[in-house]
């Protein structure tokens, strides 16, 4: 059974700082991307960070550069997000989701798999 399960979400500061985690199980992890998306409750989810696990290429939305870091433990098939000087525009349901092959951009359309969702609340 394919499962990814999001944990870290919770309640911040602005300028704080999460860690979200990406647990997979039930398919070969190196042979997907990863990524990490979020929603607000009336708008699209969006993307915000990939990552190869192959080789371990990333990409980031404008919006998180220089904010966030998308990584991966191969050994634990977990794919991290570590969110730094948070601000209240992130407060978002944060989801992980997975795609066979090598893509260097994930975006909704078209992914293979995903989690549950974890809340991510920042208060000003």
């Known amino acids: 059974e394919v499962q990814l399960v999001e944990s870290g979400g919770g309640l911040v500061q602005a300028g704080g700082s999460l860690r979200l985690s990406c647990a997979a199980s039930g398919f070969t992890f190196d042979d997907y991307a990863i990524g990490w998306f979020r929603q607000d409750p009336g708008r699209e989810r969006e993307g915000m960070a990939t990552i190869n696990t192959h080789d371990g290429s990333t990409y980031y939305a404008e919006s998180i550069k220089g904010r966030f870091t998308i990584s991966s433990d191969n050994a634990k098939n977990t794919v991290y997000l570590q969110m730094n000087s948070l601000k209240p525009d992130d407060t978002a349901v944060y989801y992980c989701?997975?795609?066979?092959?090598?893509?260097?951009?994930?975006?909704?359309?078209?992914?293979?798999?995903w989690g549950a969702g974890s809340l991510v609340t920042v208060s000003s």
């Open positions: 989701g997975a795609k066979f092959g090598r893509p260097r951009r994930l975006i909704r359309d078209g992914m293979d798999y």
